[in-house]
């Protein structure tokens, strides 16, 4: 009797090899290994910060990794507002609002159409809807500078060349491949009975798109609104070459101020103009990683 | 017969292939038929032409006497219920239910009356400010099937309702779904692969395979009588056990012959006269063969005892005869370890006698 209760006493609790401890030495290879691809990556920003908040005298003495000794704005509220491009003299400002004003209508539109006709690959497949998505597809590999000519004269044609809206229209078309192809795989991927209930249900194209492919699409509404916002933002080809001075987007005043050849190189305020540029895509990667490496995800996964 | 839907002709094919083959059926008023087959037998791509989410290469459909082959689905008076559901995830159950009607434009209080009526009919009152995601897979499936419900239609069609249940749900839902039936007295379509669903709730059962309806007829027909191989080989669990053998007339008496026994057929009734030599198929259900239990001038054959299943109220022996494994049902009470020797009886007016080269029923 007491043999057995010292035998069941003895089965009970975890069996078998404890897990690996925290620090194995296999894991200190990864840690050691990721570390040094983080600092890697992180250490062009901090000399950026840095060197923003140092004044020129500081600057001249050559060490790019010490902290300021005394922390100065004022290279960040010349870089906003008074440094000198070309004949303006009012900063990244005004090329800030240029590019709030091409992204925010460009990211709209494109989403817009890119979703509908997701839906409608998906779901309302007609005569030659694979045929279309394959050549829709295929634009997306045709390097952009083939295609920067013609789309110069078709623009010209519509009377749209040089202005905004002429921009925001040439997003929207490139942004299409991409965005459909994501749309597309989002809605496919949903249950197909939905989309049949919806039918039953007496909904026709638009009705089952408002009321039960959009408040679906919430998800892939987003990756597409980062992947647009980012993307367009960044542009410097297409608002070099569709824009006039007056529109041009805040990268191409950026390489102005940077590129200007007259007078002292003022790498504080480059650098401070470089980190506001680059401002609106590293929030948006940092508040929405998480749906970023999904939208991706989403977009590898099916083709 | 008043019939509610019928089909004539319908044909439809996926590039080369051939899905449905000139099918037609009539479905009479408030009948609950079964499409019964294997995954690939076309059951669902009928249902979804009658729904008209699919459309036909020829023929036509009619549903109370109308052509609705060309039809959107709003117009045919069909409500149908999914598999998965398919419910809208993001409206709540009440939304998901008056969908159609908004869409439709109905006016308020009515929709109101008819959602009030389907959620006390289905028992989902308490759900109805709850969204899909908070409900079991049972209260899942009765929200889908007040959405056909509400809408007053004329012919239910169910798409594999039960099959994402565990078997004890699905059990449930079988019995009210046909305790709902009998209250409503709509046509139901209901297709499955469940051929415990299919005799259970049908009034008919269509059984298909590679687009062809095998046989259409009251489940007690279609498991007793199968009009060829394929149907009797498809209902029952476990398959019925087919022994092959001849007919052989001795002084006017036909005779069963398999391997060196003989089986009197006089309790068979043939639908055609039995001529000898001829290469049949013997089917016998499990349930049809007495174990140790002949009656005086039974055929007795000797088997031995394989494997033995017992299952409660049942008890299901795997026997080995002649080469052959066949199986056998009895009263769960009775036990038999391997290898037992024992005498098997068969109840020759329940079997089923088929051409071997046709495969049609005799």
């Given at each position: 009797?007491?043999?057995?209760?010292?035998?069941?006493?003895?089965?009970?609790?975890?069996?078998?090899?404890r897990?690996?401890?925290l620090?194995?030495?296999?894991?200190?290879?990864?840690y050691?290994?990721?570390l040094?691809?983080?600092?890697?990556?992180?250490?062009?920003?901090?000399v950026?910060?840095?060197?923003?908040?140092?004044?020129?005298?500081?600057?001249r003495?050559?060490?790019i990794?010490?902290?300021?000794?005394?922390v100065?704005?004022?290279?960040?509220?010349?870089?906003?507002?008074?440094?000198?491009?070309g004949?303006?003299?009012?900063?990244?400002?005004?090329?800030?609002?240029?590019?709030v004003i091409?992204?925010?209508?460009?990211v709209?539109?494109?989403?817009?159409v890119?979703?509908?006709?997701?839906?409608?690959?998906s779901?309302?497949?007609?005569r030659g809807?694979?045929l279309?998505?394959?050549?829709l597809?295929?634009?997306a590999?045709?390097?952009?500078?083939?295609?920067?000519?013609?789309?110069?004269?078709?623009l010209?044609?519509?009377?749209?060349?040089?202005?905004?809206s002429g921009?925001i229209?040439?997003?929207?078309?490139?942004g299409?491949?991409i965005l459909t192809?994501?749309f597309?795989?989002?809605f496919?991927a949903?249950?197909?009975e939905?989309?049949?209930?919806?039918?039953?249900?007496?909904?026709?194209?638009?009705?089952?798109y408002?009321?039960?492919?959009?408040?679906?699409?919430?998800?892939?509404?987003?990756?597409?609104?980062i992947?647009?916002?980012?993307?367009?933002w960044?542009?410097?080809?297409?608002?070099?070459?569709?824009?006039?001075p007056?529109?041009?987007?805040?990268?191409v005043?950026?390489?102005n101020?940077?590129?200007?050849?007259q007078g002292?190189?003022?790498?504080?305020?480059?650098?401070?103009?470089?980190?506001?540029?680059?401002?609106?895509?590293?929030?948006?990667y940092?508040?929405?990683g998480?749906?970023?490496?999904?939208?991706?995800?989403?977009g590898?996964?099916?083709? | 017969?008043?019939t509610?839907?019928?089909?004539?002709n319908?044909?439809?094919?996926?590039?080369?292939?051939?899905?449905?083959?000139?099918?037609?059926?009539?479905?009479?008023?408030?009948e609950?038929?079964?499409?019964?087959g294997s995954?690939g037998?076309?059951k669902?791509?009928?249902?979804?032409?009658?729904a008209?989410?699919?459309?036909?290469?020829?023929?036509?459909?009619?549903?109370?006497?109308?052509?609705?082959?060309?039809?959107e689905?709003?117009?045919?008076?069909?409500g149908?219920?999914?598999?998965s559901?398919?419910?809208y995830?993001?409206?709540t159950v009440?939304k998901?239910?008056?969908f159609?009607?908004?869409?439709?434009?109905?006016?308020?209080?009515?929709i109101?009356?008819?959602?009030a009526r389907a959620?006390?009919i289905?028992?989902?009152?308490?759900?109805?400010?709850?969204?899909?995601?908070?409900?079991?897979?049972?209260?899942?499936?009765?929200?889908?099937i007040?959405?056909?419900?509400?809408?007053?239609?004329d012919?239910?069609?169910?798409?594999?309702?039960?099959?994402?249940?565990?078997?004890k749900l699905?059990?449930?839902?079988r019995?009210?779904?046909?305790?709902?039936?009998?209250?409503?007295?709509?046509t139901?379509i209901y297709?499955?692969?469940?051929?415990?669903?299919?005799?259970?709730?049908?009034?008919r059962i269509?059984i298909?395979?590679?687009?062809?309806i095998q046989?259409?007829?009251?489940?007690?027909?279609?498991?007793h009588?199968?009009?060829?191989?394929?149907?009797a080989?498809?209902?029952?669990?476990?398959?019925?056990n087919?022994?092959?053998?001849?007919?052989?007339?001795e002084?006017g008496r036909?005779?069963?012959?398999?391997?060196?026994?003989?089986?009197?057929?006089?309790?068979y009734?043939?639908?055609e006269?039995?001529?000898?030599?001829?290469?049949?198929?013997?089917?016998?259900?499990?349930?049809?063969?007495?174990?140790n239990?002949?009656?005086?001038?039974?055929?007795?054959?000797?088997?031995?005892?394989d494997?033995?299943?017992?299952?409660?109220?049942?008890?299901?022996?795997?026997?080995?005869?002649d080469g052959?494994?066949?199986?056998?049902r009895v009263?769960?009470?009775?036990?038999?370890?391997?290898?037992?020797?024992?005498?098997?009886?068969?109840d020759?007016s329940?079997?089923?006698?088929?051409?071997?080269a046709?495969?049609?029923?005799?």
């Amino acid at each position: 009797m007491a043999e057995a209760a010292i035998h069941t006493s003895a089965l009970q609790g975890p069996q078998g090899r404890r897990p690996k401890s925290l620090l194995s030495p296999r894991r200190i290879v990864i840690y050691g290994l990721l570390l040094v691809a983080a600092f890697y990556y992180i250490l062009p920003l901090y000399v950026m910060i840095v060197t923003s908040l140092k004044g020129m005298p500081e600057i001249r003495l050559g060490n790019i990794f010490s902290p300021p000794v005394e922390v100065t704005f004022e290279p960040w509220v010349k870089a906003w507002s008074q440094a000198c491009t070309g004949l303006n003299c009012d900063g990244l400002s005004r090329g800030f609002w240029n590019t709030v004003i091409i992204t925010v209508p460009s990211v709209l539109v494109s989403i817009a159409v890119a979703s509908v006709n997701g839906y409608a690959l998906s779901n309302w497949r007609f005569r030659g809807s694979d045929l279309f998505f394959t050549i829709l597809i295929i634009g997306a590999f045709i390097p952009y500078q083939v295609m920067l000519y013609p789309m110069v004269i078709i623009l010209r044609t519509m009377g749209l060349y040089g202005s905004l809206s002429g921009l925001i229209v040439v997003h929207t078309v490139f942004g299409m491949p991409i965005l459909t192809l994501l749309f597309r795989n989002y809605f496919t991927a949903l249950p197909a009975e939905l989309f049949k209930a919806a039918r039953v249900d007496g909904a026709g194209f638009w009705g089952i798109y408002f009321h039960i492919m959009l408040p679906m699409a919430v998800p892939i509404m987003v990756v597409a609104m980062i992947l647009q916002v980012t993307g367009i933002w960044n542009d410097f080809l297409f608002g070099v070459v569709f824009t006039k001075p007056d529109y041009y987007p805040m990268t191409v005043q950026l390489n102005n101020i940077v590129n200007s050849v007259q007078g002292v190189k003022e790498y504080n305020v480059n650098m401070a103009a470089t980190i506001l540029t680059g401002a609106v895509p590293l929030a948006v990667y940092f508040l929405s990683g998480r749906y970023f490496v999904r939208g991706i995800a989403a977009g590898a996964v099916k083709g | 017969m008043n019939t509610s839907v019928s089909i004539k002709n319908l044909s439809l094919d996926f590039g080369a292939v051939s899905v449905l083959k000139a099918l037609d059926l009539d479905i009479a008023d408030g009948e609950f038929l079964v499409l019964l087959g294997s995954s690939g037998c076309g059951k669902s791509t009928l249902l979804n032409c009658i729904a008209g989410l699919l459309e036909p290469t020829g023929g036509q459909i009619f549903i109370k006497g109308r052509n609705v082959t060309w039809l959107e689905p709003k117009d045919r008076g069909i409500g149908m219920v999914f598999q998965s559901y398919a419910l809208y995830p993001q409206m709540t159950v009440e939304k998901n239910l008056s969908f159609g009607l908004r869409i439709a434009g109905m006016p308020k209080p009515e929709i109101e009356k008819r959602v009030a009526r389907a959620a006390e009919i289905l028992q989902i009152g308490p759900l109805l400010k709850r969204k899909p995601a908070e409900l079991s897979g049972g209260q899942r499936q009765r929200v889908a099937i007040g959405r056909a419900l509400v809408r007053d239609v004329d012919v239910f069609l169910f798409d594999e309702p039960l099959s994402n249940l565990d078997a004890k749900l699905r059990a449930e839902l079988r019995v009210e779904l046909k305790r709902l039936h009998q209250s409503l007295k709509n046509t139901m379509i209901y297709v499955t692969h469940d051929q415990i669903e299919a005799l259970t709730l049908a009034d008919r059962i269509a059984i298909m395979k590679n687009g062809v309806i095998q046989q259409l007829d009251t489940p007690d027909v279609i498991y007793h009588a199968p009009k060829n191989l394929f149907v009797a080989g498809f209902i029952g669990s476990p398959s019925m056990n087919f022994l092959k053998g001849e007919i052989i007339v001795e002084e006017g008496r036909p005779f069963f012959q398999t391997g060196g026994a003989r089986l009197p057929l006089d309790g068979y009734r043939a639908s055609e006269t039995l001529a000898s030599g001829r290469a049949v198929v013997l089917g016998v259900r499990p349930e049809h063969i007495r174990v140790n239990e002949e009656r005086d001038g039974d055929p007795v054959r000797e088997a031995v005892v394989d494997i033995e299943e017992p299952m409660g109220a049942d008890n299901l022996l795997w026997l080995k005869l002649d080469g052959h494994v066949i199986s056998v049902r009895v009263n769960g009470a009775r036990r038999f370890a391997a290898g037992t020797p024992v005498r098997l009886s068969f109840d020759m007016s329940m079997a089923s006698l088929f051409d071997a080269a046709t495969e049609l029923r005799i």
